[in-house]
């Protein structure tokens, strides 16, 4: 069972361009966790979401970011108009359940670090 | 604000030794508690869990105590090992299921 995939693992973008970090997550998990983690500091929730829907994106700054997780393919993390303050690595975890239970344990992928020249 | 406080920030033991690190929180609905182990330039690995109706838990050379009247929980690494040195975190589950809850990260240096 492949663990959760993250592409690109480096991501390096000029300040003012889009970011696109994708997920695939482990199979047989319905659920999807992205996490901002900064140099020396813990990770950050960003938002949650299962398939096609968005559970909790209390942790997602208001503008510029914004995330999906469609019924086919990977889940996306978008960022327009990239800052150097976005620098940093994005992790996707993912966790097995269903609508009805709560969420597992959380597997993490490697990870994608983003840097903004 | 920061909803579970860890410490210390970075810890050096001798190999053989017994690494210690502890994590507290406020909230008491949380229930569920993961530790995670992050080597450089990856993603963090699940160590090991505990729930609040157990006070300990081991798996090898890893020991997670709960103390739920005081909120807290510890990691314990015993016999600790060079390869061992990596960067932990707690966590902990919030009572909506929806977010964890992650601690600061420690930072141990086993040395040989």
């Known amino acids: 069972n492949a663990g959760v995939m993250q592409n690109p693992r480096h991501l390096v973008r000029r300040r003012g361009q889009e970011a696109r970090l994708r997920c695939s997550p482990m199979?047989?998990?319905?659920?999807v966790y992205w996490y901002r983690q900064l140099p020396e500091e813990g990770l950050k929730f960003m938002v949650y979401l299962q398939k096609e829907n968005i559970i909790d994106e209390s942790g997602m700054p208001k503008e510029r970011f914004s995330a999906e997780f469609p019924k086919e393919g990977p889940s996306i993390l978008r960022i327009q108009q990239v800052v150097r303050g976005d620098s940093a690595a994005y992790f996707c975890a993912s966790s097995p359940g269903t609508p009805l239970t709560r969420p597992g344990t959380q597997y993490f992928g490697p990870g994608t670090r983003l840097t903004v020249l | 604000q920061q909803q579970v406080k860890q410490s210390p920030q970075s810890l050096i033991v001798q190999k053989g030794g017994i690494s210690i690190i502890n994590c507290a929180y406020e909230n008491t609905a949380f229930d569920y508690f993961p530790w995670y182990q992050q080597f450089p330039g990856k993603g963090p690995a699940l160590l090991i869990a505990?729930?609040?109706?157990?006070s300990e838990k081991k798996e090898g050379r890893f020991t997670i105590s709960f103390n739920k009247s005081a909120k807290q929980f510890s990691l314990h690494i015993m016999d600790s090992q060079p390869g061992d040195s990596a960067t932990y975190f707690c966590?902990?589950?919030?009572?909506?299921?929806?977010?964890?809850?992650f601690g600061t990260g420690t930072s141990l240096t086993v040395i040989p």
């Open positions: 199979k047989g998990h319905s659920h």
């Open positions: 966590a902990a589950r919030g009572n909506t299921g929806n977010q964890f809850y």
């Open positions: 505990i729930r609040p109706d157990v």
